[in-house]
Structure formats: C-alpha cells, structure tokens
C-alpha cells in the first residue's frame, strides 16, 4: 500500500519520503520483550519460574460433585393414586351442584343431582324384579302344596321351580345394575346421586346446573378430548415430572431427596423423593421421564405448576460421579474434549476427558479428573496452541 501510493508521487519526492521514513526507524528501534520459550513434552507445557505468560492463565480447584442435577425444571400434577376422575354412569340433566371447589369430601359425599331416564329405568327394573320374585315364589310354594295332596303334577312344580329360579337371577342382575349406579330399590324418585368415591379435596369441577349429561362421554383413554365432570384428590402428596438427561441419569436412584422450590413461593423449599425412574427414553429430546413424590402438607403447590428441582446426593455418594470444572477449562478437538491439569507450579498436562451436560456454566467431568486437582480456566487456548503449533 506505501509503495502504490510512492510511486504516484514525483520521483524526488518519493525519494525523499522514503529517506525520512528509514532516518525514523532508526531513530526509534522497536523493542521486542525477550520471553523465555516454554518446554513442550508431547502433553506437557512447562514454563520457567515467573515467566511472563502466566500472568495470562488462571486455574481453579475441580470440586466433587454434590448435586447429581441441579435446577432441573418440572412439572407438578395430581397424584394418580390419590386421584379418581369422577364421570356419570347415567344420561340426564343436572338439577343442582352439591359440592364447590377446595371442598373436603369423604367417601360417598354428594356431588351433583341428576335428572336422569336411565337411573328411573334401572330403579324400575329392579322394584319390577322384586314383584315377579314374589309372585314366582308364592307360585312356586303353592305348586309344592298342591304336589303333596295329589293335585298337582310333578311336572307343573318343575316349572314353577324354574321360573322362580329365573325370577331370582333377574331381581340380582337388577339390583347390581341400581348398585352399580349407587342405588337401591327402595329409592323414591328418578334423582341420581353422583358421590364422590373417595375421600379428599374438590379440586375440579367441569358441569354447571342445567347441563344434559351423557354416559358414553366417560372415555378414560380420551382425557384430552372429554374432561371428568369433578376430580377429586388429596392436594397434601403431589406427583412430580421430570426430563432427565441421558448423562444423568446414573445419578438417580429411586427414594433420593429431592428439593423443589417455585418462583410463585419465594424463599420456600419443598422436600421429595423420586419415586419411579421410565423405562424408555424420548429419541428427539435424549431424555428420561422421571416421576418424585412432593410433600405439600400446606397446599401451596398446585397441580400443573412449574417447578425448579435438585436432585440431592451427598459427597460420598457423588464422589464416583466425577467432578464438577467451569466450562471454560473445556475446549474440543475433533469429537473429544480435553482441558489442562495443572501438575506443579509452571507445568501443565493436556488430558481427554468424558463430560456430560453444562448447567449454570458448570460441566460435569466424568473421567480424567480428580477432585482436588487444578484445571486451567483461562489461557487453556494457548496451552493447546503449544502443544500442537498451527501447521
């Protein structure tokens, strides 16, 4: 660029530019800092004592592992074995709402009226079913009376005898039917009774009075499409969900403490455990479905609330966990990562290790280091472009 530009200039003025510039550089000679060249071993770096290059690379202590997952996000929900979706067996019209939201409920407690033909025709069946049973038995009686003076054919018990016996089996499939449906027949109206079958809290409520109900809408395998008419559950004990990744998951194990915090509550840990690890893994994600326990005696979690979640080991249990280093003592090369280990003052290794997933700058390191030892966390470029100089 300083020539093309010289040779626009007249030929004496050139010259002359060209003499000032030479007088200037030996007027002020560039001085280059004499540093003392690093010994490089096939892995090792190995720096004089008080070489200025230090100064550009810092080293930090890995630390074991205490925490197998830390911050893990999740999903609350209601405790399936706590838990029953309440849909009516029979079609009608809902006359009145006998129970509200948040509302304590025992076994058997009311939770809507229903108008229903279907429980009016079950009840019907069942006081007929009790008539014809009466009248098959006296018919029955009478017959045997009659066969012991001689009256009557023996034939003609048989068949009384018969039709009593069917008389019996109708009046018990009748009666199943109402029970079925939380009835008996001495039941005075056509009003059907949905109870709550368990004991627990009100939690959810789908029908309003007035409301034409239909029994073919209890589709359990279908809950996206028709929602329960209530749910009832216990709000004391909720089910956690959590994605897991794959490189975590051989620190988990069923019964481990879990804590659960949410941003809705504020400086409040909730304690749980995990419950249930899945059995297949999510080939899009790479993770596991992992089910916990959360322990929520004061009811201020709420089902379908997210949560944040750390999966608690102690140092002992961790240690064979690996150790945790900053994600910036890792670089890759090729598929393999590696960082430097500070052997002793001024002399580092270059070591491949196995690492899992990075959380909060932090990366677990699996293999290759040790707890306790030093890992470069600043300058580990430079160590790498020592070891292997660019071509």
Avoid at 134 to 139: E, L, M
Avoid at 312 to 330: F, H, I, Q, R, Y
Wanted: with cysteine; glycine share 6%.
């Amino acid at each position: 660029m300083t020539f093309a530009c010289a040779s626009a200039l007249p030929r004496w003025l050139a010259l002359l530019t060209l003499a000032g510039l030479l007088g200037c550089e030996k007027e002020k000679p560039v001085k280059v800092a004499d540093l003392p060249e690093p010994k490089v071993t096939g892995e090792m770096v190995a720096f004089v004592p008080n070489a200025p290059q230090l100064a550009s690379i810092a080293v930090q202590v890995a630390q074991a592992r205490t925490m197998a997952v830390t911050h893990v996000t999740g999903r609350l929900y209601w405790n399936d074995e706590t838990t029953v979706r309440v849909f009516t067996p029979v079609a009608g019209r809902v006359t009145a709402i006998r129970a509200d939201l948040g509302q304590p409920l025992s076994a058997g407690s009311p939770l809507a009226e229903i108008d229903s033909p279907d429980f009016a025709q079950a009840l019907a069946n069942a006081r007929t079913a009790v008539g014809n049973l009466a009248a098959a038995d006296k018919t029955f009686s009478r017959s045997k009376e009659l066969l012991a003076h001689g009256a009557a054919a023996a034939k003609d018990v048989e068949a009384a005898e018969a039709a009593y016996v069917a008389a019996v089996a109708e009046r018990d499939r009748a009666e199943s039917v109402l029970a079925n449906y939380g009835g008996n027949d001495t039941s005075s109206n056509a009003i059907y009774i949905l109870r709550s079958p368990i004991a627990g809290v009100l939690v959810e409520k789908n029908i309003n009075p007035g409301q034409e109900l239909r029994a073919d809408l209890m589709l359990a395998n279908a809950p996206n499409l028709f929602a329960p008419n209530f749910v009832v559950s216990d709000p004391a004990r909720l089910w956690l969900q959590l994605d897991v990744a794959e490189s975590d998951l051989s620190s988990l194990k069923k019964g481990q403490h879990l804590q659960i915090s949410s941003p809705a509550l504020p400086g409040k840990v909730f304690d749980g455990m995990v419950d249930n690890l899945g059995a297949t893994m999510d080939p899009a994600t790479r993770t596991i479905k992992v089910r916990g326990i959360v322990n929520n005696p004061d009811k201020l979690l709420k089902a379908e609330m997210y949560v944040m979640v750390d999966v608690v080991e102690d140092s002992a249990a961790a240690a064979p966990l690996g150790v945790e280093v900053s994600s910036k003592a890792l670089f890759m090369k090729g598929d393999d990562s590696y960082l430097f280990i500070e052997e002793s003052p001024g002399s580092f290794h270059r070591a491949r290790v196995k690492v899992g997933v990075e959380k909060d700058n932090k990366v677990p390191v699996l293999e290759g280091v040790h707890a306790g030892q030093k890992v470069v966390t600043e300058g580990a470029l430079l160590l790498q472009a020592l070891v292997e100089p660019a071509s």
